[in-house]
């Protein structure tokens, strides 16, 4: 076997191994009203089915293990500048008792979701949070019969100010790390030939 198509063989073999084994990650992104936007990184199991949904099992308690999400990610922007960014879900925890995530990875949709910046903090900071379970008058409502909605939350006075709105998150794969290491190792391979 040539150094090339051995070069091609250990990265597709590298490629397809990892693609068995390792998670799966998404970004999403929205552009709302008023100048807000949103963007973040959902990290999925390996085990985790082509459409799970992800909630708290003891809502409200939290933390709590998460099932299906390794890692979620969510920072919001104003007229391009990051104001806030902060975790829902780290390392298979989350902090967050709301959290929902209702995804299919085969049509890159959220059909429910409630994410916020606050992580694993407890204490009075106001963070964002952004969810289609609620309505633009903060009252609680079936997922997915309204829009994606951003507010910013104040623990101190158990408050939320509605800030915009968008119709849909985007959802795009990212590909995982092996697969980036195949493709690197193929100019490898292009330039043995000559």
Same mark, same amino acid.
């Given at each position: 076997?040539?150094?090339?198509?051995?070069?091609?063989?250990?990265?597709?073999?590298?490629?397809?191994?990892?693609?068995?084994?390792?998670?799966?990650?998404?970004?999403?992104?929205?552009?709302?009203?008023?100048?807000?936007?949103?963007?973040?990184?959902?990290?999925?199991?390996?085990?985790?089915?082509?459409?799970?949904?992800?909630?708290?099992?003891?809502?409200?308690?939290?933390?709590?293990?998460?099932?299906?999400?390794?890692?979620?990610?969510?920072?919001?922007?104003?007229?391009?500048?990051?104001?806030?960014?902060?975790?829902?879900?780290?390392?298979?925890?989350?902090?967050?008792? %709301? $959290?929902?995530?209702?995804?299919? @990875? =085969?049509?890159?949709? *959220?059909? !429910?979701?409630? &994410?916020? +910046?606050?992580? /694993?903090?407890?204490?009075?900071?106001?963070?964002?949070?952004?969810?289609?379970?609620?309505?633009?008058?903060?009252?609680?409502?079936?997922?997915?019969?309204?829009?994606?909605?951003? %507010? $910013?939350?104040?623990?101190?006075? @158990? =408050?939320?100010?509605? *800030?915009? !709105?968008?119709? &849909?998150? +985007?959802?795009? /794969?990212?590909?995982?790390?092996?697969?980036?290491?195949?493709?690197?190792?193929?100019?490898?391979?292009?330039?043995?030939?000559?």
């Amino acid at each position: 076997m040539s150094a090339r198509n051995f070069i091609i063989a250990l990265a597709t073999t590298v490629s397809l191994a990892a693609a068995a084994t390792q998670a799966d990650f998404y970004q999403f992104n929205g552009t709302l009203d008023n100048g807000y936007s949103v963007q973040g990184v959902i990290e999925t199991r390996a085990s985790a089915p082509a459409s799970f949904i992800e909630s708290n099992p003891n809502f409200p308690n939290a933390p709590f293990a998460t099932q299906y999400v390794d890692w979620l990610n969510m920072s919001v922007f104003r007229f391009g500048s990051t104001i806030a960014e902060g975790f829902s879900v780290s390392s298979s925890v989350s902090y967050d008792p %709301f $959290l929902r995530v209702g995804f299919n @990875s =085969s049509t890159l949709n *959220l059909s !429910s979701f409630d &994410a916020q +910046t606050r992580g /694993a903090d407890t204490g009075p900071t106001p963070y964002y949070f952004i969810s289609n379970g609620v309505d633009p008058s903060y009252n609680t409502v079936e997922y997915g019969t309204t829009a994606f909605n951003l %507010f $910013l939350f104040d623990p101190g006075t @158990s =408050s939320a100010t509605y *800030l915009g !709105s968008t119709s &849909a998150l +985007t959802v795009t /794969a990212i590909p995982a790390p092996a697969t980036m290491l195949a493709f690197a190792l193929l100019p490898a391979a292009r330039r043995r030939r000559r």
